[in-house]
């Protein structure tokens, strides 16, 4: 270890961006009747959310190693407020997907960054045990986001859940600068140059592609749901309530998914290992969510797999893809972020287009799939 930072604020800042996301998804249709938008505009308000988070981690990534972990963190925080105040006071949709657009941008810097300083802290033999915590973390974060949502979609609309999380952005700032200690930072200039270079050298690097493709995989899949599951809930005539209680199921699948993968790599059993059996596990479930789709909200049994899939996959996933960028953490994790977040992003917009759960799931397995057999046989 380097220097130390506690591990249970870590967690609440990288679960912070997920339950953002979450906490919004049940005010999805409030927000297309009160502006007066198609389903495919306010789904809109998540995939456009995708792409200004990836152009955030790559900017606070940057900013990591050019002005340190802790500056970037509450500029990032501070930025985040700033848009989730406006979103507050949005009197029509387009200032609403603006106000959306500046919250994602400052939001990322609770993924970037404190995966940056949990790079600084731990080495290669315990990098994987850190992140399989950060996955015990992520499975909380949706049941606290839908439920709250759920709960504000009725008394409050979509103005309340953005005052909650313009309250959150004092609280974890507040905290940031009273628990976070700066881990390490070059202090050299950063120039387009060298960020050209390196991501060069990345785009050229099989486990560095790989590993992008994968995390975009598994993310679609699960915000697939979010953003699509809303609206077959209405269809069937269930409340918001019901939606954000389904959280709960997924919650479940989340951290039995998370205890097995920590529980496997105290066996020592390889990450490699562990991925392959996230990939065809997710799968497997796409197919039984798109035999189910349009029988009503069955298809939360397949989905609890592949929610249990990806908390398998994801943490083995990030912690392995950098591991031979440790002397450039800070920018080479702005640049992974960028690239899998922008397919991320992408991704969202094709499934919002499509407007199908099942088909979605079954496309975004399957690319997981191909990806693995693809990257395998170069291996060979």
């Known amino acids: 270890m380097i ?14 961006p997920q339950f953002v996301e979450t906490i919004y998804s049940p005010v999805l249709p409030m927000v297309q009747e009160q502006f007066g938008v198609k389903e495919e505009s306010a789904t809109l308000t998540i995939s456009l959310y995708f792409i200004a988070f990836a152009l955030g981690v790559a900017f606070w990534g940057v900013q990591c190693d050019r002005i340190g972990r802790k500056k970037s963190l509450e500029y990032g925080l501070i930025t985040y407020g700033i848009g989730t105040l406006t979103a507050i006071f949005a009197p029509n949709f387009t200032v609403l997907l603006t106000a959306r657009i500046i919250s994602a941008f400052g939001i990322a810097v609770g993924s970037i960054v404190t995966q940056t300083i949990l790079r600084d802290m731990y080495d290669k033999d315990n990098i994987s045990k850190a992140f399989s915590w950060i996955g015990i973390g992520l499975s909380i974060s949706p049941v606290i986001g839908m439920i709250t949502g759920s709960l504000l979609a009725t008394s409050t609309r979509h103005q309340g859940v953005f005052i909650i999380l313009c309250l959150l952005s004092v609280l974890f700032f507040v905290l940031s600068g009273k628990k976070i200690t700066e881990t390490h930072h070059s202090k050299k200039e950063i120039t387009l140059h060298t960020l050209a270079a390196l991501l060069k050298r990345m785009v050229r690097d099989p486990q560095i592609i790989k590993s992008c493709l994968l995390i975009m995989s598994f993310n679609v899949l699960l915000f697939s749901y979010y953003s699509l599951a809303p609206f077959i809930f209405k269809e069937y005539h269930y409340s918001s309530y019901a939606f954000g209680y389904s959280s709960i199921i997924l919650a479940t699948g989340t951290f039995m998914g998370a205890k097995l993968n920590r529980y496997l790599l105290i066996k020592n059993i390889p990450s490699e290992n562990l991925v392959q059996t996230g990939i065809v596990t997710a799968c497997i479930a796409a197919v039984f969510v798109w035999i189910l789709t349009g029988k009503g909200i069955c298809f939360l049994i397949p989905y609890f797999f592949i929610v249990m899939a990806f908390s398998i996959a994801i943490p083995n996933i990030l912690s392995t893809a950098l591991i031979n960028y440790k002397t450039e953490t800070g920018s080479a994790g702005a640049l992974l972020g960028l690239i899998y977040y922008i397919l991320i ?12 759960l099942g088909v979605s799931c079954v496309i975004f397995s399957g690319i997981g799939v191909v990806v693995l057999l693809l990257f395998n046989q170069k291996n060979k």
């Open 3 to 16: 220097k130390t930072n506690p591990l249970w604020l870590l967690i609440l800042l990288i679960m912070l």
């Open 345 to 356: 992003g992408l991704g969202l917009v094709s499934i919002g287009l499509i407007q199908n």
